[in-house]
């Protein structure tokens, strides 16, 4: 088997228990006061941006119960928070509650999620409770760190309206040397130009990785997509056997780093044929691509394009971990969490190769 093709696919019954995190922490409560303002203007997502003059409301709770009475409109929501030591090993998200209507949410000026569609294409989201991840390197770990949330009610009540506020901790499932999670750019669609480095993505919209698309804008879209997302590479991992997680996909997918396929779970040949390429399990398989090192670029820019097809119902990039580690982090977490698992782990793993060939091959 090809080391350039060399493939880690884990069915779902395994990532229950050797990918699963373990339970989150509260490091930051954020329920209490927060600067508020009527109306929008996007320089206040800025961290630099005095909101001395702002007046103070509770959060959570209806802005009509904290002086707001029949407002209906844009309105932002600022507040300051300071972290210690970054938490290598856990990911960082908020739980910012559930907001009526629409919301969009900056950490240090960084869009790190959105629920809902502002106008003029509006649709709300007001049901549903925000959690978001953030990508470590938009934190300050010796400063201070600045949440903007701007929100868009229709009518009735608005606002931040309830959930438990706050910064929350979970250990990663897997030990990624570089967290990928957070904002990649997206399109719907299919062309395998799109893998290129050199791809025009000046179109293309921004989604939250690992999220289904459904809630983020593609209710009911089934079919093609495609992600994009940059990352540089520092120099020092030069020489050491790296794996790209994608977490879960729905459904199948095919995985590019500058421009050279890393990996593929399920037969996309089918689609030529008019077939439904989904059987059925592929969406429980926590993807883990071996990146050989000839397609790499150590210190510099390196773009991962995911084609994605989605057979029916939820879609896309849907649960992490999301990163890049080295094959022996994965191999000490697999191994120590499957070591009561029988058959061995090693001749399950062995017989997942040989099938990810067959379909590789079937594919060519």
């Known amino acids: 088997m090809s080391l350039k093709y060399f493939i880690i696919v884990i069915s779902v019954w395994l990532t229950h228990g050797v990918f699963s995190a373990g339970p989150e922490q509260r490091i930051i409560d954020l329920r209490g006061h927060w600067k508020f303002e009527i ?19 509770f959060t959570p709770s209806t802005w009509e ?21 970054e938490p290598l090993e856990h990911t960082i998200y908020l739980k910012i509650g559930r907001i009526d209507d629409v919301d969009e949410v900056y950490v240090n000026g960084n869009l790190v999620g959105f629920s809902g569609s502002f106008p003029p294409e509006y649709e709300t989201a007001y049901h549903r409770f925000r959690e978001y991840i953030i990508p470590p390197e938009f934190l300050n770990f010796s400063d201070d760190n600045v949440i903007a949330v ?15 506020l706050g910064i929350y901790q979970v250990p990663n499932a897997v030990s990624t040397s570089l967290n990928l999670a957070g904002i990649w750019m997206f399109r719907p669609g299919d062309n395998m130009d799109w893998k290129s480095t050199t791809a025009d993505t000046a179109n293309w919209d921004k989604i939250i990785v690992p999220m289904y698309w459904e809630p983020q804008g593609y209710r009911d879209m089934d079919g093609f997509a495609w992600y994009r997302k940059e990352f540089r590479l520092p120099s ?34 089918k689609v030529v044929f008019g077939e439904v390429p989904v059987e059925g399990d592929e969406y429980q398989k926590l993807r883990a691509y071996k ?7 150590f210190g510099g820019r390196n773009t991962i394009a995911i084609r994605v097809y989605d057979g029916l119902i939820d879609g896309g990039i849907y649960k992490g971990p999301i990163g890049i580690t080295t094959e022996e982090n994965l191999a000490l977490y697999i191994e120590d969490d499957t070591r009561h698992i029988r058959p061995s782990f090693w001749d399950m793993f062995n017989a997942i190769f040989r099938g990810r060939d067959r379909d590789r091959e079937q594919d060519h």
């Open 39 to 57: 109306g929008d203007d996007m320089e206040w997502a800025s961290p630099q941006y005095n909101d001395k003059d702002w007046q103070t409301v």
């Open 65 to 85: 119960d904290e002086g707001f009475p029949g407002y209906d409109g844009y309105a932002w929501y600022r507040k300051s928070f300071t972290l210690g030591k």
């Open 150 to 164: 701007r929100v868009f009610d229709e009518g009735l009540e608005g606002g931040i309206l309830e959930g438990r």
């Open 236 to 269: 020092h991992y030069y020489g050491k056997d790296l794996v790209l997680v994608l977490g879960l996909i729905d459904d199948l997918d095919q995985t590019f780093v500058n421009g050279e396929k890393v990996g593929q779970t399920g037969r996309f040949y």
């Open 291 to 297: 990146l050989p090192g000839e397609v790499l670029n």
